[in-house]
């Protein structure tokens, strides 16, 4: 079964400072994988996605993921922090359902930067 | 363009009943994806509709169900409601549905509490 891991509940940097939320994963076949944002009482805003070709995808808000095959892993990054980037982070994988595809997501790494 | 519209915003129930949530997809995007959001599960798959048509179903009893309209509108029911089942739901819509998870857009979401 397709599965991802989010290893930290919660990630503290000050800003300015680089950021990484960590995400490793678990598929059979090719992975296609995503991170999504999330702020208080809205939904979840799409950030980038990796499908295929260079392992470093870059997305919104100046965020950016390194894709590793060989450590499972999908690490979502940012040069430098900002005190608006504090949210709630879902690393992400599609799995075949019946007839289509559904996200399995991660259990969300709590990202706080502090002034 | 519009985004996904999910209403009602909040919504308070007594166990027991049924509540029916109501999501508005893109224009033109033709699949709806319903997801529940809870602290302990984390976000899981609920069901998802194309074309008017479940193609997806994920591990939900029979309480919780769906429908999709001509016009891609999208509603789910949960009937005979437990305080378990109070969690934001969250719906979002894709032109068809694929793999590239990517294309789906999401609502801010209902938050639901059973009391």
């Known amino acids: 079964a397709q599965s991802v891991a989010q290893p930290e509940d919660q990630v503290n940097v000050a800003e300015g400072n680089p950021l990484t939320v960590k995400c490793t994963y678990s598929?059979?076949?090719?992975?296609?994988l995503f991170w999504y944002v999330q702020y208080p009482n809205r939904g979840l805003q799409f950030l980038l996605k990796y499908i295929t070709g260079d392992n470093l995808v870059k997305g919104s808000y100046g965020f950016e993921a390194e894709f590793n095959k060989s450590q499972t892993s999908f690490h979502l990054k940012k040069p430098s922090a900002l005190v608006s980037d504090s949210a709630l982070y879902f690393c992400a994988v599609t799995s075949k359902g019946d007839s289509s595809y559904k996200l399995i997501f991660g259990s969300g790494t709590r990202l706080l930067v502090r002034p | 363009k519009a985004g996904v519209t999910q209403t009602p915003r909040y919504l308070i129930k007594t166990r027991g009943q049924q509540v029916t949530l109501s999501c508005s997809p893109i224009?033109?995007?033709?699949?709806v994806s319903w997801y529940q959001q809870t602290p302990g599960q984390g976000l899981q798959f609920l069901f998802e509709?194309?074309?008017?048509?479940?193609?997806n179903k994920g591990n939900f009893p029979g309480r919780f169900s769906g429908r999709q309209f001509s016009n891609s509108r999208s509603e789910m029911n949960v009937s005979t409601l437990e305080l378990g089942d109070s969690a934001l739901y969250l719906c979002a819509s894709s032109t068809t549905g694929g793999r590239s998870g990517g294309g789906y857009t999401f609502g801010s979401g209902t938050r639901l509490t059973v009391v």
């Open positions: 509709y194309f074309s008017e048509t479940q193609r």
């Open positions: 598929v059979s076949g090719n992975p296609y």
């Open positions: 224009s033109g995007h033709r699949s």
